[in-house]
């Protein structure tokens, strides 16, 4: 019954849950015994079937029920478990007893998701990654519900449902499905300028993550500490990915997408199953209200950041994932994280956004999850003690003994009490008139946008070109276009405006829309490194790294046992790929074949080695998926190892033997430099990538 990956949390709430039907005799859901499940009752041999046939009907009925609303948003997602542990004691800053005591493992529940797409979407589209993390704490459960971007597109919740309505598949034909590329995204969004900064990370490689594994984690919302005393600190959440941050080239994100839809979802299930725990460091900028007020912008303003150079994170603890779901739909279908979900020493700010937001969870539960008993399902249900007078309600797992349901009662003992130790909000003073207002200095929409594309490099400003080209492009309406390059990007940069413009087709906009304020004066930074993924990406590892060794009958055995062994050495996966399943006849012993090329493209991997044996090397040459496997992992910047006679089948492809990332020769020297080309994920001064026909 038992899995076998346990967390390393202390307990488990589910294991009550647990369903193990191996040994055990087939029943209806009230235990009866079924004798035929194959034949339905009927009236004579070749007659209707009787009404009378509880069998039939039960299994039909709950069949016809299977399914519940699909979130609104976030509707792609995969799970798993894990834990978090606190490094230190943050006690002067939280009274939060899950970061108070580094001995606890907290129990956490994640989910990954896209934002747009239905539940069956593709896993590499363009979109904003969500990251929502269940932590069973002591005092309660505590969601944090994050993106793997620090800013939304949005300042007021009242928006959300426009916003919502614009990016997600057209009304009429309900196309296209799980991406921004279409018209009402950007005429939402060409009106819409606080959402410019959002877009511009939306349109970076950002959208595109290699792996959930290896993308960051944002709270967005400033939130607040509140120690024992009551003392109040802001605080933004970090996760940080310990392999670093790799993301997908757009062609390959958008081959993936159809090849293998569950991208994302297996590699995270995958890496779990082998051992190799995903993991994150829990970061905090923790700053009080004088450093706050110092800022060019509000802390309270959802679009904006706190560069990582004004305010340095400070890493808090870490986060494994170390267990797959038995169930996919009891767990991560299930899983109802809500922002509302805080425990003592973690408050809210007034971000609109937020305050929106603790609304919206809450109440979207009703409907997905079919009443007000969700906190109870087994992956909501707290892993600490807890005990109200709520009652009753449709699904009520609970039998609640004695009759005092309120309080104060003398019935019941007056229990369950309040405890001096529960949860205390932040003692805000507040004092204003009731208004419909956005305050000014919620107001200046184009500063941090300048402030990320003045960030990137080189080459992710090139990305972030194409990326925004290619959206618009398949936007249909002339005027969106338009109005978005003069309105937006043109009041973001120069370059950027003039070479969006130039693969529309349309002249540079010399006028547009002026921002509706000016730059306000207070503490910002011109750019901000961290906010860079190339220039930050870790280059000195290939651990989960997934390599293609393509082969046929004929390979050299050795080469491929040795090649395979300094791989597997340092971390990676190592895939043989031929043209039939079964073993390959090989020089050096028998190789046994992982799965047929044509079921494995080059995009689900991250290099590709191909080792010496005249005949294999002569059988992929006339291969004409070997062919081109070779090309496509070489148009996207992949390393590319040959050995000896191998190099035939690069050459074959019209790759070039010294371009950047290219290795041949043999032995441990090959290997060597293979895995220091893996380890840069990519070559990307490979240079002429566009000309590749792949
Ligand atoms: Fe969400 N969001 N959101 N969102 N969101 C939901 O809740 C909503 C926002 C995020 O894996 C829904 O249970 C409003 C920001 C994630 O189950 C819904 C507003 C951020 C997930 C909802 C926002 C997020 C959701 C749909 C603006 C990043 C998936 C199903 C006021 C900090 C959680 C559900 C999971 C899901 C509402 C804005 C992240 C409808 C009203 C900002 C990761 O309640």
Redesign the pocket.
Known sequence: MAKKARSGASRDQLDPFRVDARGTTLTTSTGVPIADDQNSLRAGERGPSLLEDFALIEKIQHFDHERIPE????AR?SGAHGYFQVYKSLAGLTRAAFLNDPTVKTPVFV?F?TVGGSRGSADTVRDVR???VKFYTSEGNYDL???NMPV?F?QD?IK?PDFVHAVKPEPHNEMPQASSAHDTFYDFCGLTPESAHTVLWLMSDRAIPRSLRMMEG????TYRFLNAKGKSTYVKFHWKPVLGMYSLVWDEAQKIAGKDSDFHRRDLWEAIESGAFPEWELGVQTFDDATADSFAFDVLD?TKLIPEELVPVRLIGKMTLDRNPDSFFAETEQ???CTSHVVPGIDFTNDP?LQ??NF??Q???LS?LGGPNFNQIPINAAQCPFHNNQRDGHQQMQINVGRASYEPNSLGGNFPKESPRGFASFLEKIDGDKRRVRADSFKDHFSQAQLFWNSQSELEKQHIISAFSFELSKVETPAIRERYVADILRNIDGRLTAEVAAALGMPVPKSGKAPAAAKPAGKTVKTSPALSMIGTQPTDSIVTRKIAILAADGVDGAAIAAMKAALTRAGAVVHVLAPHLGSLKATGGAVTVDHRLVTMPSVVYDAVFVPSGKAAVAALQADGDAVHFVREAFKHAKAIAAAGDGAELLRTAGVPANAAGVVTGGGAALAKSFIAAIAQHRAWDRGGLQAVPA
């Open positions: 979130r609104v948003v976030h997602g989910r998701s969500g990251f929502a519900i994050g993106n939304f949005i919740a959300f944002f709270g967005v919302h959802p899983v109802a994280f956004l929106g937001r919206s969870y109440d979207t539960q997905r």
